[in-house]
């Protein structure tokens, strides 16, 4: 039986965009090829909010944050965690040796935007990274106020893993003033995994340009060179079912229309929230909850793998709780193309079960 997925990544995938990894081949190095990347760019750009250069990689959204650390500190990076994969952009940066400090907040809590301002008034740092979205904690660090403190650092370059936000939430690149914007294709953009995409700023490539040993995969100028020079190209070879996919599914996203879109993704998650408080609570700050995943604190104790166990039975499947909040809190997404339909299915099911735990 196939379980229908209400995990933050991978989620479910509509058929049609499945069809389209059925593609057949075409050569990489040709003008379809190039046609084809040119068009998922400027899509991108529209969902972005941005004029940025993207750039496309054959890799989960950590082989591009892993590159974004070492193409873009120079000197020394300020990592402001709010969970676990916040904590994955420091662990980055030990591996590969680039000199780094780890801000963080107890979990369930956003970053203050006094902690950045406090970090970046000692000179010390030229990079920052942050999550935007927070699956393990179901916290949404609020950009808005955050890009206000980073305008006062104009000297710092600001890099944002929205892996599990972008397509499910507005996130306006320019605007905000976001230097390395990262996602990746199983979460909002209801995609399988295997493939990851940034919007990069002209200034943080030219940076870049002066940084040494910025690997090789991943370096960031390399993959700019070829999409500026070739033109739409890329060092390695890509996998194109992704990207037939994922050219497919950017018309559907823009079809729906943004607005429309983002709004989908908060009605979903007020429903969630709202039948969390009726069965059980919210493990994250309410004034910074996440759009596209609900972390609900498991109040009553209940065996968090045997709810899981029964909801494999009936067709559905959600997360525990990750890392030390195991069993301590379980998680719901809703995000891609879920429907209002589609949740209320599972937390009717879940109503069920929680009454005989």
């Known amino acids: 039986m196939h379980k ?3 995990i933050p ?4 995938v509509c058929p049609e965009v499945l069809d389209r990894m059925a593609t057949p081949m075409i050569g990489h190095r040709g003008k379809e090829a190039a046609d084809l990347q040119a068009r998922i760019s400027q899509k991108l750009q529209t969902l972005m909010y941005t004029k940025n250069l993207i750039v496309l990689s054959t890799s989960s959204g950590t082989g591009l944050m892993e590159g974004a650390v070492r193409s873009f500190c120079a000197k020394r990076t300020a990592v ?4 676990a994969f916040g904590k994955r952009w420091y662990e980055l940066c030990e591996y590969n040796e680039v000199p780094a400090d780890l801000y963080e907040v107890p979990l369930g809590q956003a970053t203050p935007p006094e902690q950045i301002r406090a970090a970046l008034q000692s000179g010390r740092y030229d ?3 942050i999550t935007h979205n927070e699956t393990s904690t179901g916290v949404a660090n609020d950009l808005e106020v955050l890009a206000e ?5 104009p000297e710092v370059y600001w890099a944002v893993d929205c892996v599990s936000s972008l397509g499910g939430a507005k996130i306006e690149v320019d605007r905000l003033g976001i230097d390395i914007c990262i996602s990746s294709s199983q979460k909002c953009l209801g995609l399988p995994p295997g493939l990851s995409l940034a919007s990069v700023s002209e200034r943080a490539l030219k940076r870049a340009e002066t940084v040494k040993h910025r690997g090789f995969y991943f370096d960031y100028v390399r993959l700019a060179k070829f999409v500026k020079e070739k033109p739409f190209q890329y060092p ?3 996998s194109l079912a ?4 994922l050219d497919y599914q950017l018309d559907r996203i823009l079809a729906e229309g943004l607005e429309q879109r983002f709004a989908r993704h908060t009605e979903l998650a007020e429903r969630t929230r ?8 919210l493990f994250a700050d309410p004034g910074h909850l996440s759009a596209t995943v609900t972390c609900i604190s498991n109040t009553r104790g209940i065996d968090v793998a045997e709810l899981n166990r029964r909801l494999g039975q009936q067709g559905y499947q959600i997360s525990n709780g990750y890392g030390p909040l195991k069993n301590k809190t379980f998680r719901i997404a809703h995000m891609a193309d879920c429907s209002r339909a589609d949740l209320e299915a599972l937390l009717l099911t879940m109503d069920d079960i929680c009454a005989d735990l």
Do not use: I, K, N, Q
């Open 149 to 153: 403190v980073m305008a006062e650092f």
């Open 274 to 281: 709202a039948w969390a408080t009726d069965h059980f609570a």
């Open 4 to 6: 229908r997925l209400f």
């Open 236 to 238: 390695s070879t890509p």
């Open 9 to 12: 990544g991978p989620v479910e």
């Open 242 to 245: 992704h990207y037939f996919a």
């Open 80 to 83: 402001f965690s709010v969970g």
């Open 127 to 129: 990079l920052v990274t």
